[in-house]
């Protein structure tokens, strides 16, 4: 059983709705990280969080270390955001590797 | 500059052929590494480098060999592979190992694709 679950696999949006991607995961951890991969291969890092909730543009990630859970929320979707988006911990006792969720394919349509 | 760059971007062998991936970063990171990933999966670690030595091998078969010749650049050679181990390879690079504290940056990636 993979510690990190995502949901949903995949999510279809009309261009300017809200997005929300969820993961959970199963141990304690030390820091979630958010990762965007466009087709083709790159990977971005989008935040890091320990706590709280961090905002840059249009997107917002929030993490509930006590529920296990983060989410990622995009706002006014646009084409451009469509991607894999990756959710990947760091454990409390090895800071050296990510432990990944297995992603959300977001497909924002015009 | 806060590039990694991989050469080549597509490569194609067949399993008895000998082939290099290439990774090159300017950015002063002292810890790099090499992902594998299979289509709809997410990256797999394969190793990590820290100040140009080998700190991680996640028991990645022998049939791939990485090499950091300096703090730019790292290195991982094919020989005798397999079809399974078509996939993208990534790179990728940070100032520390500590994740916790540096921010991971990825290359673009090698689509590889054995016969």
């Known amino acids: 059983k993979n510690e990190v679950e995502q949901s949903p696999q995949n999510l279809t949006a009309q261009e300017g709705e809200f997005i929300t991607i969820n993961c959970s995961y199963s141990?304690?951890?030390?820091?979630l990280h958010w990762l965007q991969q466009h087709p083709g291969g790159g990977i971005v890092s989008l935040f890091m969080?320990?706590?709280g909730k961090k905002k840059h543009g249009r997107l917002i990630a929030t993490i509930n270390i006590q529920e296990k859970h983060s989410s990622l929320h995009i706002t006014a979707s646009h084409p451009r955001d469509s991607a894999v988006y990756i959710c990947?911990?760091?454990?409390?006792?090895?800071?050296?590797?990510?432990?990944f969720g297995s992603g959300t394919k977001l497909n924002v349509k015009p | 500059d806060t590039e990694v760059t991989q050469t080549p971007k597509h490569l194609v062998m067949g399993m008895t052929n000998k082939k290099s991936l290439k990774c090159e970063q300017h950015?002063?990171?002292?810890?790099m590494y090499w992902y594998k990933q299979k289509a709809k999966k997410p990256p797999e670690l394969m190793f990590v480098?820290?100040?140009?030595?080998?700190?991680i091998n996640e028991s990645v078969p022998s049939r791939f060999s990485p090499e950091c010749p300096n703090s730019s650049l790292l290195n991982l050679h094919l020989h005798a592979l397999q079809p399974e181990d078509s996939a993208l390879y990534l790179c990728?690079?940070?100032?520390?190992?500590?994740?916790?504290?540096?921010?991971?940056?990825f290359g673009p990636g090698t689509r590889l694709t054995v016969l």
């Open positions: 990728a690079s940070s100032q520390g190992l500590a994740l916790i504290s540096h921010e991971q940056f």
């Open positions: 141990v304690g951890i030390s820091a």
């Open positions: 969080l320990s706590s």
């Open positions: 990947a911990v760091l454990l409390p006792y090895n800071f050296n590797k990510f432990y």
């Open positions: 950015m002063g990171h002292r810890a």
């Open positions: 480098y820290s100040y140009e030595k080998l700190s």
